[in-house]
């Protein structure tokens, strides 16, 4: 459970007041406003705030006095149209803030993203939670033979068991020791009488990568979309592609014109050099060609045949 | 006046239009929404949309689960302490959007300020508006003897009129031709039959630098704060210390508390360098100094004598 | 001309001086190193400092303790893969910095791309020069009819003769008037005795957008490439591109391999949405596809058949 | 030792290399280039490539065709000015680039300094060092109890030896463990036949913070200012202190006029609010003045006094 009784009470209370506004509505996700989506085995997204929606787009877009929308129609074609032609600057006229929980391994790719705004829980002031991320025995996977950073086939049997019991093991032993060198616990009790404890930003360097840490991030829907472009794409790790697609939900209720080109044109699409252009045009013309007359190098070749559901 | 009739009543229609939302509301600048203020003799500041409010900053600096507020004062202690120790991060989690009216030549300087997003009217695709700034008599003044960048004394009599006449022949003529060259008035007539007219991207660079440009900007509270603390200093060119005066306006209806913190530590406050604490401390002490003994270069002295309320 | 004879000594006085370093070196660019090559009628761009060159790349991307290059192939190998990915930080991990004088119509597009620094030549300091850009006959042309920012059909005769009286008449007027309210010309002599003359902060606003001015200008390849794909493409005004097309020479004498991945897979590549191709797998299929059935818009299918080099 | 023999023979292959350049050059930083300098255990900071040096900062701020060197003298004073009055583009215009190993803890922090290019080693694609960071005796302290985040008292005999002993204990049991998820060692040798080994991407979340990594970090004048205004300052963390610390030195090296301006303006100065000011006036006046008539908190009177070196 990744939210304690007190905390999920704090989230309803704050649900439960409205106040009218002149400001651009976004009423889907108003709906989700403040609740704890649920993210791997303790973490969690939550929306805690957000600034326009699409016809804010539109309205940044003309540079308009009044609200952007004419009709739904010539909206989205609009939006279409700068999602195209990457006319990037009117999709930073949204904004939107998450509290996220996640492992540190996480968050310490996550953070590369340098164009939001964080705050972090920090490990200097507060003592660190004991939670601690364990994959999924469907996610135990060996190092790919393809892709030299990914996952391959699935661990089984022994191998997995075991790989699980060393996670569980190092990480519960590594809290104990953290709570025994702070010589104190998270409600505050000393535990042995005498000793001083060692500053929390040292004993943190004991905890294992894979305890949770918490943020606020905020950050422009143009960079959030090549956020999820990133992340939420089948070649990211897993542990963050589950972060962003739950974010893609989130992206559908509150831009939903946005999310379909985002999805056609992102998501769904490819960039093409030079020479796969020139390919698809023989192919196109009903020529035959193969990797060793494409100019290619194999891999890359098998990459366009991909794009193009053409076997290799 | 900078609104036409059809743009008031866009405006008027905006703010007439409410909704609930489960966001942080910051009451006195729902009042403010979308109102155009006017700046200069054409321009304006209006406030398109805002995110986030003083308790919206403790919360980041928390990274609590419900409304960061406690009670007022302990909001005031904590945003003061992040304001005193540049604990910037807490800031940028609010954000707040303009729609600004302004000359092209402080559009130039205004947007040196990197960490802001920005649409503009485009020239490329649209007709410039007819209008430009003229000062008022009271701000024709002579390159300053002092300062090497700024105003010194008033222009008078017949140089301050031919002046005013110069200024707005000239922009009425670049307008003129401006028109003239495009073929085409701003209501889309046609000037001269047989004539194909000159592309916008062009005949633009004929308008001088006083013509009117708008754009949308949209900025977090952090890069705000020092976008003001440079802009409303004494030492920025009048013309846009005129909109960053009414911006202060908004600032303090939007956030109450990081305004007052603001205008002690930064707009009130002084960056004081080793040399001059070293200064203070014998000055506390009873001692006299003089320049000569000071180790500072004498517009480094007058600078620190005018900072502590002393005579040169 | 765009530089004068004390200028043009100062840079080969630069250029003379040679001494050793340990650092990455780019030969050829060492070669065009402060030389201004002409753009426009009185703009150049210089190359001032650069950082790094392909070798630096793959050093990064291998976060290395020697050099990066094991073998050319492999560097290049490296590059491409880098470049199609868009794993853009090992790019970032050059920089190179210009001297740039340009029109203000045109420094006022390009200053939109905020992830460069920048120091322009101020107007509130000193006194702006006598030159403005008059674009060459072959340039003048009227507003496009399918493209609604760009430009179409060539303006002529009397029109065209016409537009260029008027550009250069504005222009010198403005000058003459500038100078007038400064009362004091460029080699600071006092035109009437007996009055103040205006601060320069104000007297620049009646300049035109066609005067030149100056800026030194560094950026990061990952970035400059950004902004030659969007600047050196066909769709950017004519006077931004000349700029680019410069610099595309100087980026291959910097950064040969890089320059030709990015030829391939940026300037002659293109991004398809998943509509577009799902339409090239019918297309290689054998299957005709007409723009009706396609799902797309005319614009959008315009665009793809241009792509793929079909006829609409 | 913070290198292999391997690694300190490439770096003296390189160091070895030198080629005629035209660009700026710093004498000193020459002699200091890609060697490792020293930090905490395993850590190590070296320049690998720099642009710019004073004169640049001078040239650029004076947008000039030649060296921006006059005279030394003219030189400082410019620094100084620009310094004094945070003119900070010109800075802007040097950059330096480093290869840096450090703890991971410590690479969190860090990395919020998003004004940086940065190029991590990577845990998905490659097998992490055996290198774990265990502070020296004399930096176990205990959390502050002045400065909520800080460190107070040390840490002694067997609670010390305690803290030492876990640290070691745990981080090589997670590497050991590491190790047997990967089934496979540093040098590639597969530990048990039949087994798959688990992915890099997941194995590495078993390593504890205190296990090094590296990165090359490239950023420029101006931010390195900044992010050594805050690491090199007393209240910052010890072990990011410690590069810190020698980084100034590579500072002073590159860039010895604006190290000075440095050093006096920021690290040596201090930012005062208005009240404050006002505070300083009246004691300079002769005047008594206590905490309860300041109108400032016990924290910021503390503060005021340690800054005037009063007691309190």
């Keep these: 459970m990744p939210l304690t009784a007190s905390q999920a009470s704090e989230i309803d209370t704050l649900r439960d007041e409205q106040a009218p506004t002149r400001r651009d509505i976004s009423p889907a996700l108003e709906e989700m406003l403040y609740k704890a989506f649920p993210v791997l085995d303790h973490g969690f997204v939550r929306v805690i705030d957000y600034m326009g929606n699409d016809s804010a787009i539109v ?21 279409n149209y700068l999602m195209r032609h990457r006319h990037t600057t ?20 996550w953070i ?37 950073q990914g996952r391959g086939q699935l661990l089984e049997g022994r191998e997995a068991a075991r790989v699980l019991d060393i996670l569980k093991d190092d990480a519960t032993r590594a809290y104990g020791h953290y709570e025994e060198m702070l010589n104190e616990d998270l409600e505050g009790n000393i535990l042995k009488e005498g000793q001083t404890g060692l500053a929390r930003e040292l004993a ?33 790790q897993y542990e963050i592609r589950a972060y962003a697609e739950v974010m893609l939900d989130m992206l559908k ?8 080109a985002f ?11 030079g020479k796969g252009l020139a390919i698809i045009r023989r192919l196109i013309a009903g020529e035959k060609v193969a990797q060793e007359q494409s100019g290619m190098s194999k891999g890359e070749w098998r990459e366009l045949m991909e794009v193009l559901g053409q076997e290799v």
Tied chains: 1, 2, 3, 4.
């Excluded at 609200?67 to 609009?78: F, I, P, S």
């Design 253 to 260: 209720a509150w831009v939903p014109i946005t999310y379909q």
């Design 59 to 79: 309205q940044a877009a003309r540079v308009s006095y009044g609200r952007g929308t004419k009709k739904v129609n010539e909206d989205a074609g609009l939006i």
């Design 90 to 109: 009117p999709f930073e006229m949204c904004e939107i803030k998450f509290h996220i929980k996640l492992p540190i391994f996480i968050a310490r790719q």
């Design 112 to 148: 590369r993203h340098r164009t939001a705004n964080v705050n972090e829980y920090s490990g200097r002031y507060s003592i660190m939670d004991k939670e601690f991320y364990i994959p999924a025995p469907e996610q135990l996977a060996a190092q790919s033979k393809s892709n030299r």
């Design 204 to 236: 943190r360097m004991n905890l294992t990568l894979n305890f949770y840490t918490q943020w606020y991030w905020k950050i422009d829907l143009h960079n959030l979309l090549h956020f999820l472009s990133l992340r939420a794409d089948a070649h990211a």
């Design 263 to 273: 999805m056609d044109y992102r998501m769904g699409g490819a960039a093409l050099s």
